[in-house]
């Protein structure tokens, strides 16, 4: 597909700007530019084609299926963009005085009551912008629980090898050694190497339940008992919360801090690269170092970002909560766990679970054996998946599982969906055996087919050269 400053003809345009009005004032000299800016230039049909075929190009959860593994691509309701492009929450000024904005104010107390209440926190803050941002937040405030006791010695942070990678950058942005511990066989946190992983020096643990091969950690009262007794304190990483919301709570299962993705679990789309949210919640410990409270209440609070943080993705986390109830946030994590347990289950036959037990809201594939036997590699499934018109599930990840695909269908799918995909995984097992070298050269239908990742991702190239 042409870039839009290719298709550009000189002097082509669609401006309809009426005649000047008012008196033409010169620029002085020293401000003019020196020759015109180089601007594409196209009719109205053309530039309304070339948007139309971009959008063509993209796959969304719009589109069809995108079982992205650790993201949550549901489908979010209208309703809570529709809620949250209301003139009162969109027209606000973050400087406006408190008694000008009292139903903003109260948006982001009733929010914050409402996650509080569904992951067992006391207080959240949601000035950070992202779930990395969030995580950072949580674990600064664990580092300032420790300061402010005198306790210095405190120098190191458990994270298992099955984590998330922001997990381990994070605790390494706030100056922490990071430990990681090996997983046991089935996935869970090891808890003979979790006790020799303990000590004087702990100041938490980070961990996610369940974790990221999509498995609820049985040890998990054990686990956080452990990491007190020792001193520490425990961070829930709650970016995916579908499994659990509504069913169990992170602060009941012995967490002290906790980091939600708002922008995957609750109504706001993740992926699109635009603004998220990461609310941090804590335990009464650590509320005197959250940063400014929900309330923009203009104490002498830290700034983790300015202001109250990206508002319009809370309103739209309220409305969603709202429209849902307290029956329906229950319901979509037991639909989430009962989507990615029926699909495990079709797609058994074709490819084999790294772990076959009950998943939570996600599984992972294990492709090893599969690859032995075809020369077919988890990249080659995933490609192919692209020419059905199905969205990649998350590839190589964990890391813990050598040839991985991690499927997370989310609790918006239907029946026929998750049948049709199981179909599909079923189609490429048979391919592979059959045209192994049609699956290497695959996709065969996708405008980009296998770019040259490293190349793309430390040598990008971003503008556009004439
Ligand atoms: C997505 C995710 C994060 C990071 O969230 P961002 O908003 O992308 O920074 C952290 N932990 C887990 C488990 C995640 O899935």
């Given at each position: 597909m042409k870039l839009i400053f290719e298709k550009s003809v000189q002097g082509r345009s669609s401006a309809y700007l009426p005649p000047c009005d008012v008196e033409c004032a010169d620029l002085p000299e020293s401000l003019r530019r020196e020759s015109a800016p180089r601007l594409p230039e196209l009719s109205e049909t053309d530039v309304s084609r070339h948007y139309t075929e971009l959008n063509h190009n993209v796959h969304g959860v719009n589109c069809g299926f995108y079982p992205?593994?650790?993201?949550?691509?549901k489908y979010n309701p209208r309703i809570d963009e529709e809620i949250a492009a209301l003139p009162g929450f969109t027209g606000?000024?973050?400087?406006?005085p408190a008694h000008a904005v009292k139903g903003c104010r109260e948006v982001l107390d009733t929010a914050r009551r409402y996650l509080c209440e569904i992951t067992g926190m006391d207080d959240m803050t949601f000035?950070?912008?992202a779930g990395a941002h969030g995580e950072f937040t949580g674990v600064l405030l664990i580092k300032q629980y420790h300061d402010a006791r005198g306790?210095?010695?405190?120098t190191k942070i458990i994270v298992p090898?099955?984590?998330?990678?922001t997990n381990p950058a994070t605790a390494a942005m706030c100056g922490y050694q990071v430990v990681n511990i090996a997983s046991a066989p089935n996935g869970c946190v090891d808890l003979e190497a979790l006790k020799a992983a303990?000590?004087?020096?702990?100041a938490g643990l980070m961990l996610t339940n369940p974790n990221t091969v999509g498995i609820?950690?049985?040890?998990i009262l054990e686990i956080t008992r452990l990491v007190h007794e020792a001193g520490g304190l425990c961070y829930y990483?709650?970016?995916?919360?579908n499994a659990v919301m509504g069913v169990v709570r992170p602060g009941d299962m012995g967490f002290d801090c906790i980091h939600l993705n708002l922008h995957k679990t609750f109504a706001t789309p993740h992926g699109g690269g635009g603004p998220g949210a990461g609310a941090v919640g804590c335990k009464e410990t650590l509320k005197p170092y959250?940063?400014?409270?929900?309330?923009?209440?203009?104490?002498e609070h830290v700034q983790v970002?300015?202001?109250?943080?990206?508002?319009l993705v809370v309103v739209k986390a309220l409305a969603y909560l709202l429209t849902l109830g307290r029956e329906g946030v229950p319901e979509a994590a037991q639909n989430a766990v009962l989507n990615a347990n029926y699909l495990m289950e079709k797609i058994k036959p074709a490819f084999r679970p790294a772990f076959d037990r009950l998943c939570m809201h996600e599984f992972v594939l294990d492709l090893g054996e599969f690859k032995k036997e075809t020369g077919v590699s988890a990249l080659d499934v995933a490609k192919s998946l692209i020419d059905y018109g199905m969205h990649p599930p998350t590839?190589?990840?964990?890391?813990?599982?050598?040839?991985a695909l991690m499927l997370e269908p989310t609790e918006t799918e239907s029946k026929e969906t998750l049948d049709w995909a199981a179909d599909v995984f079923r189609q490429l097992s048979e391919l592979a055996r059959k045209d192994p070298e049609f699956m290497h050269a695959a996709?065969?239908?996708?405008?980009?087919?296998?770019?040259d990742e490293v190349r793309a991702a430390r040598?990008?190239?971003?503008r556009y050269t004439f």
């Open positions: 992205l593994g650790s993201c949550t691509m606000i000024h973050p400087l406006a000035q950070p912008a306790d210095k010695k405190r090898d099955s984590a998330h990678g303990l000590g004087e020096d702990t609820f950690d049985e040890n990483d709650g970016a995916n919360l959250l940063p400014a409270s929900a309330l923009m209440d203009g104490g970002r300015s202001f109250a943080g990206n508002f590839m190589y990840f964990p890391l813990i599982v050598h040839e996709p065969h239908n996708a405008q980009i087919g296998r770019p040598s990008p190239v971003l």
